[in-house]
């Protein structure tokens, strides 16, 4: 079921927030209480510091890759992690757009250039899979510039693993309805006003021509040692502690408290595009 409301409309129909929640497929018709959210987050982002500190000690070297439409929530994805950890250690790379010498460079060089160092972990806010997404549907490359993109990133990918560092891959989905509430949300809020953009509002005609790049991309470039972990995320809620649970869990860290680790929720997360099309 489809539903379509203007984004200039102020006032927003509460009555189909149960229908915008389960669109996409979406397994759940509220979101997780407020309070077992906030219980939990803080147990999870304990062991977050544990992380911080062992990665430090340590030399690990972690990069985790943050990809979905726009508001599926990558960025609030990041914060649950940067909320308590030192920046000094755990640092978010948001590229804008490549400049005149950047886009004269071998496609991948700005990106290898914020891979993490010894003791750091690398949060990407989008990454260079913005050549499989944004970037063809926009016009911004051509056909043949994004295929050999999709077929060159495992093999970019194998580099920065060969190299000991540990890579994880999100995709974040979001229904189009629930999209276009949080775009509603954003065009009338004094705080959040600025993260709706122009191409934000032009992709709005283009869901079907991102759903098909997403879909070829994440065909191409999944893979055993770099899998994508899809996450449903009109719940926000869900979204993150399922995330943070996988996360954890990959990692073999002292002082880890598996009493906190809750088993991951199979409706919300899982791998590649057969998990997600499960639900679509």
Known sequence: ????????????????????????GYPYDKKLKRSKYEDELERLQ????????????TGERIVCVFEGRDAAGKGGSIKVITQ??????????ALSKPSDVE???????????QLPTSGEIVLFDRSWYN??????????????????FLKDAPRFEQMILDSGTRLFKFWLNVGREMQLRRFHDRRHSLLKHWKLSPID??????????TQARDKMLISTHRDRSPWVVIRSNDKRRARINMLRYF?????????????????????????????????
């Open 131 to 148: 050549r499989a997404g944004v970037e063809p549907v926009m016009g911004f490359s051509t056909q043949d510039q994004t295929d050999k």
């Open 84 to 93: 308590y950890t030192n920046p000094r250690h755990v640092r978010v790379v």
């Open 103 to 113: 886009q004269g460079q071998w496609y991948f060089q700005r990106y290898a250039k």
């Open 1 to 24: 079921m489809s539903v379509h409301f203007d984004l200039e409309d102020p006032e927003f129909p509460k009555e189909l927030e149960d229908i915008i929640m389960e669109s996409g």
């Open 248 to 280: 954890l869990g990959a990692l073999d860290y002292p002082g880890k408290d598996l009493s906190v680790l809750d088993p991951i929720d199979p409706k919300i997360l899982g791998f590649g595009l057969p998990f997600l099309h499960k639900g679509e």
């Open 201 to 210: 509002l032009k992709a709005l005609d283009k869901w079907d021509d991102y």
């Open 46 to 57: 304990i062991e977050l510091v544990k992380v911080q500190e062992w990665v430090r000690e």
